[in-house]
């Protein structure tokens, strides 16, 4: 339940991002004539790694707990204060794996954040606000061979 409800939070979040970058995409038409949307296969996509994710997370104490005795490990958990070395070890391979992919999206999304910005702000060589371009349409008719409308 968790985890479908992280990835309903995810969507949501994920729509309210794509609304908030459209409203802040108006520097150039270029980009903003680029449709941004949530498709089908995000959706699936969203909802595959929900399922994985409880699965996954609920496969470790689903197995500990199948080949555990009851009796041993209450007389184990009494003697001492702290989780045992097994637990302590799972909880630190978790932590730092979250961690790692955490650290790892923030670099990919400063990335495709400064692509954009360096692709904006780049020196064309031209000034582009006088810059007129214009679109020719030749008549079919007249021009039939891809050699002559080169030519023309």
């Not at 994920?14 to 150039?28: C, D, E, M, P, V």
Request: with cysteine.
């Amino acid at each position: 339940m968790i985890a479908l409800v992280g990835g309903s939070v995810g969507l949501l979040l994920s729509y309210w991002g794509i609304k908030f970058i459209q409203a802040n995409l108006t520097f150039n038409e270029f980009i903003r004539a680029v449709p941004v949307t949530l498709d089908r296969n995000v959706l699936i996509f969203v909802v595959a790694i929900s399922l994985a994710s409880a699965v996954l997370c609920s496969l470790a104490p689903a197995l500990k707990a199948s080949r555990t005795d009851v009796n041993t490990s209450l007389k184990d958990e009494s003697r001492a204060a702290s989780a045992g070395r097994s637990h302590t070890r799972l909880r630190s391979v978790l932590a730092t794996s979250e961690i790692a992919l955490a650290v790892f999206l923030l670099i990919g999304t400063r990335a495709a954040h400064r692509g954009i910005f360096v692709t904006e702000h780049q020196t064309l060589g031209f000034r582009p606000d006088h810059l007129l371009t214009a679109n020719l349409t030749l008549d079919s008719a007249r021009y039939k061979m891809p050699r002559s409308k080169r030519n023309s």
